[in-house]
């Protein structure tokens, strides 16, 4: 069985960069499959190869559906939503634009029940390389670019908790409720997202 690793597990194997993939690699159809199967077996939005144990630039996606994900929130998901499975593969992914600026509370499958408030970019621009090895250049927009920011992160070695604004330790079943008080929040949906990020942080520290 297919575990994640975790901060209490191996926090320094998180941190690291991931390898750029070499799609010729003999090991990378396996690799894909085994990061695929772990996200069908598991309640998660979404999965970096690194967070199983395979440092390479590969990101699984699985549920980006806001909709879906807040009626989780609230146990009331359907069998077709637990079913639910978008199977996204993006391996190399690059960043080519961002904009905009959300809010949400994030958990994460290697961060035990650390929940961060973390602002992501409203509409993002991503070229990468689909499982069929074909170079795509696609936008996310909304929660599907939040979950895809999270995950591109992991790849950096970088966790939730580095960026939010702030972190609290609470189970599931608190988290849920959080969620249902203070949802996904669209802050603007224009504008580079490095700009904005920036004059929030400003203001931050001015009422400091």
């Known amino acids: 069985m297919i ?3 975790t901060i209490q597990d191996n926090e320094e194997y998180l941190r690291q960069v991931s390898k750029e993939v070499n799609i010729h690699d003999k090991n990378l159809k396996y690799e894909i499959e085994l990061l695929g199967k ?3 077996e598991h309640d998660v939005m979404a999965m970096a190869a690194v967070q199983i144990g395979i440092p390479k630039r590969i990101i699984y996606l699985k549920n980006t559906d806001i909709d879906i994900i807040n009626r989780m929130q609230r146990d009331e998901q359907s069998v077709e939503d637990k079913l639910y499975n978008e199977g996204r ?3 190399n992914p690059i960043i080519i634009e961002r904009y905009g600026l959300t809010e949400y509370w ?3 499958a290697s961060c035990l029940n650390f929940c961060g408030k973390v602002k ?3 509409l993002m621009k991503v070229n990468y390389i689909d499982e069929n090895y074909d170079v795509q250049e696609e936008w996310f927009e909304g929660f599907e670019a939040t979950v895809l920011s999270h995950e591109l992160d992991h790849l950096d070695g970088v966790l939730h908790m580095d ?8 189970p599931l079943s608190e988290r849920k409720l959080l969620r249902q008080k203070e949802g996904y929040k669209i802050i603007q949906k224009d504008d580079p997202y490095e700009e904005l990020l920036n004059k929030y942080k400003e203001k931050v520290r001015v009422k400091k």
């Open 3 to 5: 575990e994640p690793i």
């Open 38 to 40: 772990f996200c069908k």
């Open 89 to 91: 593969v993006l391996i």
């Open 106 to 108: 994030e958990a994460c």
């Open 120 to 122: 992501r970019p409203y």
């Open 163 to 170: 960026v939010a604004d702030e972190v609290i330790y609470m």
